[in-house]
């Protein structure tokens, strides 16, 4: 069964760059039947798209983060990548990686545990 | 971006309730509307996708229709483990965006 962790520093200060690797397990990255993606969720709130990379590479990222953020993976490893750029409190959530199925509508069908990420000097 | 409005916030139900909610996107969005469950603590599950399609595994007392702006979220009999927050999530223009979420609680 495809299983997702996130990993990463749960502590990181303002304008430092964030960044959490999602190692993927019992199942291969590199299968053109999904992409992968990251979500997050700040305390007490909603969920937020921060991106997503398909097969091949190509990233699509929210808007209002675009400036900041790079999605990439390895797949040597059966991993892919965050990374946040000059980040502030309000970037403090818990970030969840994500498989998308590339079928009718995208849905994130397997989700990560999440980790907690305190932006803070 | 489209705006995703979920109604109601919250809600209060018993166990054998049938329980609906309501997802309004501000602009027409086809079918293209997923639907999540997350209980405290825990990270989202994937309920139904493409509006109303039952991802596998999960009960059959879950339903979604609508199509264009307004979508529902239906439990026919809500069972003591679906209490929890839903979320709607349109995929039909990127930045992806989700609805507030409505919880549900036990009354």
């Known amino acids: 069964q495809l299983q997702l962790q996130e990993s990463g520093p749960g502590l990181v200060k303002p304008s430092e760059t964030l960044s959490l690797t999602c190692t993927v397990s019992g199942g291969s990255i590199s299968s053109s039947s999904y992409y992968w993606g990251w979500i997050r969720q700040p305390p007490g709130k909603g969920l937020e798209w921060i991106g997503s990379i398909y097969y091949g590479g190509i990233t699509y990222y929210n808007p209002s983060l675009k400036s900041r953020v790079t999605i990439s993976v390895d797949t040597s490893k059966n991993q892919f990548s965050l990374k946040l750029s000059s980040v502030t409190a309000a970037d403090t959530a818990v970030y969840y990686c994500?498989?998308?199925?590339?079928?009718?509508?995208?849905?994130?069908?397997?989700w990560g545990l999440g980790t907690r990420v305190t932006v803070s000097s | 971006d489209i705006q995703m409005t979920q109604s109601p916030s919250s809600l209060s139900a018993s166990v054998g309730d049938r329980v609906t909610i309501t997802c309004r996107a501000s602009q027409s969005i086809t079918s293209s509307l997923n639907w999540y469950q997350q209980k405290p603590g825990r990270a989202p599950k994937l309920l139904i996708y493409a509006a109303s399609t039952l991802q596998s595994g999960v009960p059959s007392r879950f339903s979604g229709s609508g199509s264009g702006t307004d979508f529902t979220l239906t439990i026919s009999s809500l069972q003591p483990e679906d209490f929890a927050t839903y979320y709607c999530q349109q995929r039909y223009s990127i930045p992806w965006t989700f609805g507030q979420g409505t919880k549900v609680e036990i009354k």
């Open positions: 994500a498989r998308v199925a590339a079928v009718t509508d995208d849905p994130l069908d397997i």
